[in-house]
């Protein structure tokens, strides 16, 4: 092969070589591009937890009273039998009668969310003698007092909380009579207020209506048949 033969098929080499190093010549490969990523499923909302039950019975339940025909009733700490709230008038004079609570929370429930809470009494007695039946106001103590030495005059002092009260018509029969204490439990388990129990009273009536309402009786701690009649607040918490 000559020289200028050779150097030819060099050269030819060598454009051939630069082709396929460029990708050029003959059939290109082209490369595919990469894959996206798969979108990621969207992710499901968290359920809701499932609300949870708790029922507390009372640790103290304490029937106050006055009385027009014995000025030291207001003054004087009821001990015993059954619980209530009302006014009756007879021969004898008027007496007025209510009820304070106390409720230990559990811990679990502490700062939680109440869902529903509900006082529940079981009625002993419904006022049946006359034919007015004044409500039942339920209130929040904003204020402590003492179990065993709580009295008429010293709980009608006592601050409540307006927030939350629950009004409730007197029964007309005995059995479970509820009352929807959702905010104030909420308030408890929150912190916002302190836990200083309730108060179950009725409203006293112009004395022209005195005579013609009586008082809700129902069963107590001390007086009840079955554990279940107690005083007692079923919580729901999530």
């Not at 207001?74 to 059954?82: E, I, L, N, P, S």
């Not at 619980?83 to 021969?91: D, K, L």
């Not at 006293?204 to 009786?217: D, E, H, L, S, Y």
């Amino acid at each position: 092969m000559t020289a200028s033969r050779r150097a030819l098929f060099v050269v030819a080499l060598a454009v051939a070589f630069a082709g396929v190093a460029c990708g050029g010549g003959g059939s290109s490969t082209s490369s595919s591009p990469p894959a996206s990523p798969s979108p990621s499923p969207s992710q499901a909302p968290t359920p809701a937890p499932t609300p949870t039950g708790v029922t507390v019975f009372a640790t103290s339940d304490n029937r106050i009273a006055t009385a027009t025909s014995d000025p030291k009733a207001c003054d004087t700490v009821v001990q015993g039998g059954v619980i209530g709230a009302g006014w009756q008038s007879n021969e004898y004079g008027t007496v007025g009668t209510g009820t304070v609570f106390k409720f230990e929370l559990p811990s679990q429930i502490t700062g939680r969310t109440i869902t529903k809470a509900t006082l529940r009494l079981t009625v002993w007695g419904p006022p049946t003698e006359f034919p007015a039946r004044p409500q039942l106001r339920l209130s929040a103590f904003a204020a402590d007092w003492i179990s065993g030495a709580i009295t008429w005059n010293i709980c009608t002092a006592l601050a409540c909380h307006a927030t939350g009260e629950v009004l409730v018509p007197a029964p007309t029969g005995n059995g479970p009579l509820d009352f929807d204490v959702t905010t104030i439990v909420a308030n408890w388990v929150s912190g916002t207020w302190n836990n200083y129990g309730l108060r179950l009273m009725v409203d006293q009536p112009a004395p022209g209506m005195m005579g013609r309402i009586a008082t809700t009786w129902f069963y107590s701690l001390e007086y009840n048949n079955t554990t279940d009649e107690r005083p007692k607040l079923i919580v729901e918490y999530q």
